[in-house]
């Protein structure tokens, strides 16, 4: 089974992220492109944009239940990280759907805009979390915080939605300090989902008792 790189067999003339996504925005043709065959360019650091761009809209206000979607297909790049893959999995329909060239130009550049501001801040370090037992433990960060999306809970998404965020742009951007950040953020989401899941159970209690002692008079 191929295994994962660890991003200290980067180098140290790592491309900049921003650089990255440019270089593959001025690549694309006109014709349509698989997503599939893009996730591949980006090697390594392809679990990390997904992480990212599946990440990035839980941290707005945005569609009630949508959060369930997203954590669902945040499962992928998470097993990804937990079984050490070299390339990214992701299902066959979804690997050939076909992205237009115009769109997907947009997105890149737009994405790549908003790195170079990242990258300011940004940098390789922290090389012993780097590690493939390291990346396999943010894998199961990862996994953890995408089960909490698919929970229906209100208030549960932006905190599993910020880890994302962090993690997915310290895996491009080779920063064990911002996978480092996403740790807080991760155990604030557990937490929360835990103390909502208890409230949601004690009410429920209350409600039945309130309406068995309504129901007997007492």
Known sequence: MPTLKTMKDAGQDLKPTSQLL??????????????????????????????????????????????????????????????????VWLPQFIRKLKLEPKVLRGSLRAFSAFLLRVEVLSRPRLPLLSGRLALTLFGLQALIMAIVLIVPMPGANLLPGIAGVLLGLGILQKDGLFMLASVPFAVASVAWVTLGAKFSVDFALWLYRAGANLMSGT
């Open 22 to 87: 440019g270089d593959l925005a001025a690549d694309i043709d006109d014709a349509p492109q698989a997503i599939g065959e893009f996730v591949d360019r980006l090697s390594d650091r392809g679990v990390g944009f997904l992480l990212l761009i599946l990440s990035m809209p839980m941290c707005i206000p945005n569609i009630p239940g949508i959060s369930t979607l997203f954590g669902a297909l945040l499962i992928a790049p998470s097993l990804q990280m937990v079984f050490r893959l070299d390339r």
